[in-house]
């Protein structure tokens, strides 16, 4: 899976399509990822502890990583990372549409 925790990645499908946000955690076993302001699904809780609120709380939910395309931090536009081997032996991700090292 091409896509790690911390990356700023586009959504292609879904209810959501168009909206960017940060992976906030990444399944590669199950293939999805959870994203900052997408997916969000209504949970009612009742309080556990004393002084805790119960109320309904946005949570976000996994999507499938298919679904995102990462965006590159120079251009700015969604791209599929291709990894290279440097000259010094190290892989990096670079970016198909600016070649910028992301």
Same mark, same amino acid.
Do not use: W
């Given at each position: 899976?091409?896509?790690?925790?911390? *990356?700023?990645?586009?959504?292609?499908?879904?209810?959501?399509?168009?909206?960017?946000?940060? #992976?906030?955690?990444?399944?590669?076993?199950? +293939?999805?990822?959870?994203? &900052?302001? #997408?997916?969000?699904?209504?949970?009612?809780?009742?309080? +556990?502890?004393?002084?805790? &609120?119960?109320?309904?709380?946005? #949570? &976000?939910?996994?999507?499938?990583?298919?679904?995102?395309? +990462?965006?590159?931090?120079?251009?700015?536009?969604?791209?599929?990372?291709?990894?290279?081997?440097? *000259? *010094?032996?190290?892989?990096? +991700?670079?970016?198909?549409?600016?070649? &910028?090292?992301?």
């Amino acid at each position: 899976m091409k896509i790690k925790t911390g *990356d700023v990645v586009f959504v292609l499908s879904g209810k959501d399509k168009g909206k960017e946000g940060k #992976v906030l955690s990444a399944d590669p076993k199950n +293939r999805k990822v959870v994203v &900052e302001n #997408v997916n969000v699904a209504h949970k009612h809780q009742k309080p +556990r502890k004393q002084g805790q &609120e119960g109320g309904i709380i946005k #949570v &976000e939910t996994p999507i499938y990583a298919s679904k995102v395309m +990462r965006v590159c931090p120079k251009c700015a536009k969604p791209t599929r990372p291709m990894v290279k081997i440097l *000259d *010094d032996g190290t892989k990096a +991700r670079i970016c198909k549409k600016c070649q &910028e090292v992301i």
